[in-house]
């Protein structure tokens, strides 16, 4: 447990871990330390209840995009909170903020990624996007076009569908239940860890082959649908091998199956465009779902926007006349004046430029850290960065995961005002896009220290990283 300095903050912390089911927290280490209770941020820090400020090289959880204690956003909310604090877009309502986003978005997206449906967090946009291949098959006339191909190791979310679409191995607990019969896993595209001797362009063509092996398992009369995020992010910040989004959205095409592409992490801003899949990765894909930089974290909005032939067939084909899927808080009108504001802020602040900018700069002093004992990978684009910890430099063989690497430097470099998220044995990094250079040369700084500090303690351990 930290040190906790006052009464008040005691109580909090108390509270905290007597109520508060935290998502993903391991049960005995929170019933032995509770959790750190942050009390307020402003831009890309956060102070604890005990005064301490941390840089936070995690950006809330990728989604502080625009920086904390934003004035500007905070008036812009509270006037519309004053003016209309709720209204449904139900059936034949709307309101001004949700129009005007759809339109905003609309104006942003490529293609003719059109039109937008609202929820209120990556996962429900997600479950959306599901919901909206089976709707568009069926629409079409080809109910029995309802399986969806999804990648090991992806995170999509925490919904059942959203779940089931992930295929993380320590989300797949033996105690829940996913839908297994008609969603389908591929290997995600881990460069790093590729079959001995495979080069990239190897790597790419047994990729794609094995997607169209897929295809063929299941019969492309059934597949309506395939999902990947750009660069997958909590399954490790994976960046494809050239042209591997490209292939693969080809084949779709091909068997008319849906390209979702899950945007929800890279969507406005991360890697310095407003969406990746065309910018940097030179795909249109159907449908894109984003939520987290939408409001930069101000408030919880997603959409999934999809494109206008989409819309032809589930609104002229043969659907119900209206699509039965919905939230109360979709297009919820102050969640969309902060969406609305925060595009605002990006665009005028020049925000995708300075992530252009500091992104390249970030991975240029990251990839240092790669002579560091322990660090066997450093990779990432844009603001959305890893290292990748291993016992084993040359065989990449990691430690036993009772060794918790990754969880050991985070709490490291916590205690040197640094926060990088632990997971598995990786540490992942997303900070906020405002990010400048002394920022970066901090947390470069502080990574590097926290690794020699836990590189030191494993050796006296008696382990042997080499
Ligand atoms: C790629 C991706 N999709 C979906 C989600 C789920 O978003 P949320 O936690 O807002 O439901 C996440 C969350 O991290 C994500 O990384």
């Given at each position: 447990?930290?040190?906790?300095?006052?009464?008040?903050?005691?109580?909090?912390?108390?509270?905290?871990?007597?109520?508060?089911?935290?998502?993903?927290?391991?049960?005995?280490?929170?019933?032995?330390?509770?959790?750190?209770?942050?009390?307020?941020?402003?831009?890309?820090?956060?102070?604890?209840?005990?005064?301490?400020?941390?840089?936070?090289?995690?950006?809330?959880?990728?989604?502080?995009?625009?920086?904390?204690?934003?004035?500007?956003?905070?008036?812009?909310?509270?006037?519309?909170?004053?003016?209309?604090?709720?209204?449904?877009?139900?059936?034949?309502?709307?309101?001004?903020?949700?129009?005007?986003?759809?339109?905003?978005?609309?104006?942003?997206?490529?293609?003719?990624?059109?039109?937008?449906?609202?929820?209120?967090?990556?996962?429900?946009?997600?479950?959306?996007?599901?919901?909206?291949?089976?709707?568009?098959?069926?629409?079409?006339?080809?109910?029995?076009?309802?399986?969806?191909?999804?990648?090991?190791?992806?995170?999509?979310?925490?919904?059942?569908?959203?779940?089931?679409?992930?295929?993380?191995?320590?989300?797949?607990?033996?105690?829940?239940?996913?839908?297994?019969?008609?969603?389908?896993?591929?290997?995600?595209?881990?460069?790093?860890?590729?079959?001995?001797g495979m080069n990239e362009d190897e790597y790419c063509d047994y990729l794609?082959?094995?997607?169209?092996?897929?295809?063929?398992?299941?019969?492309?009369?059934?597949?309506?649908?395939?999902?990947?995020?750009?660069?997958?992010?909590?399954?490790?910040?994976?960046?494809?091998?050239?042209?591997?989004?490209?292939?693969?959205?080809?084949?779709?095409?091909?068997?008319?199956?849906?390209?979702?592409?899950?945007?929800?992490?890279?969507?406005?801003?991360?890697?310095?465009?407003?969406?990746?899949?065309?910018?940097?990765?030179?795909?249109?894909?159907?449908?894109?779902?984003?939520?987290?930089?939408?409001?930069?974290?101000?408030?919880?909005?997603?959409?999934?926007?999809?494109?206008?032939?989409?819309?032809?067939?589930?609104?002229?084909?043969?659907?119900?006349?209206?699509?039965?899927?919905?939230?109360?808080?979709?297009?919820?009108?102050?969640?969309?004046?902060?969406?609305?504001?925060?595009?605002?802020?990006?665009?005028?602040?020049?925000?995708?430029?300075?992530?252009?900018?500091?992104?390249?700069?970030?991975?240029?002093?990251?990839?240092?850290?790669?002579?560091?004992?322990?660090?066997?990978?450093?990779?990432?684009?844009?603001?959305?960065?890893?290292?990748?910890?291993?016992?084993?430099?040359?065989?990449?063989?990691?430690?036993?995961?009772?060794?918790?690497?990754?969880?050991?430097?985070?709490?490291?470099?916590?205690?040197?005002?640094?926060?990088?998220?632990?997971?598995?044995?990786?540490?992942?990094?997303?900070?906020?896009?405002?990010?400048?250079?002394?920022?970066?040369?901090?947390?470069?700084?502080?990574?590097?220290?926290?690794?020699?500090?836990?590189?030191?303690?494993?050796?006296?351990e008696g382990w042997n990283p080499c």
């Amino acid at each position: 447990m930290t040190e906790l300095v006052n009464d008040a903050s005691r109580q909090i912390w108390e509270k905290d871990l007597r109520h508060n089911l935290h998502p993903f927290t391991e049960f005995p280490t929170f019933k032995e330390k509770g959790a750190l209770i942050i009390e307020s941020g402003e831009g890309n820090n956060i102070k604890d209840s005990n005064g301490q400020t941390y840089l936070d090289a995690v950006g809330g959880l990728w989604c502080t995009n625009i920086g904390l204690g934003n004035e500007e956003m905070a008036e812009t909310i509270a006037k519309q909170v004053k003016k209309l604090a709720y209204s449904s877009i139900f059936t034949d309502m709307s309101n001004e903020p949700a129009a005007e986003l759809a339109a905003t978005i609309a104006a942003l997206t490529p293609g003719d990624l059109n039109r937008v449906h609202f929820a209120t967090g990556g996962s429900t946009a997600v479950d959306s996007a599901f919901r909206l291949v089976h709707y568009y098959q069926g629409c079409q006339g080809k109910p029995d076009k309802i399986h969806v191909i999804a990648r090991h190791q992806a995170y999509h979310g925490s919904t059942y569908a959203a779940m089931s679409l992930g295929r993380k191995k320590s989300d797949r607990t033996s105690q829940f239940h996913f839908i297994t019969d008609i969603i389908h896993h591929i290997t995600g595209p881990d460069i790093y860890r590729a079959p001995d001797g495979m080069n990239e362009d190897e790597y790419c063509d047994y990729l794609v082959k094995e997607f169209e092996g897929k295809i063929a398992e299941i019969g492309p009369e059934k597949v309506g649908g395939f999902i990947a995020e750009p660069i997958m992010g909590a399954g490790g910040v994976l960046v494809p091998p050239k042209d591997y989004l490209k292939r693969i959205r080809n084949i779709c095409r091909t068997h008319d199956i849906l390209y979702i592409s899950d945007e929800v992490v890279t969507g406005f801003g991360r890697l310095g465009h407003w969406f990746a899949s065309e910018s940097v990765f030179n795909i249109i894909p159907d449908i894109i779902t984003s939520a987290k930089g939408l409001s930069s974290g101000y408030l919880p909005i997603s959409a999934t926007i999809y494109s206008d032939r989409i819309h032809q067939v589930i609104s002229e084909g043969h659907g119900n006349g209206y699509f039965p899927h919905g939230f109360t808080y979709s297009g919820h009108p102050v969640c969309c004046v902060a969406a609305l504001k925060n595009i605002e802020i990006i665009e005028r602040e020049n925000i995708l430029q300075n992530v252009r900018d500091v992104g390249q700069y970030f991975g240029e002093q990251l990839d240092a850290l790669k002579e560091l004992p322990l660090v066997g990978d450093v990779r990432g684009m844009g603001l959305m960065r890893c290292v990748e910890n291993v016992m084993n430099k040359q065989t990449r063989e990691c430690f036993p995961e009772e060794i918790q690497i990754g969880k050991r430097i985070s709490d490291a470099a916590e205690e040197l005002g640094l926060l990088v998220r632990p997971v598995g044995h990786l540490n992942i990094m997303s900070p906020g896009l405002t990010l400048n250079h002394t920022e970066v040369d901090e947390i470069v700084s502080k990574l590097g220290t926290a690794i020699l500090k836990v590189n030191t303690e494993l050796k006296n351990e008696g382990w042997n990283p080499c």
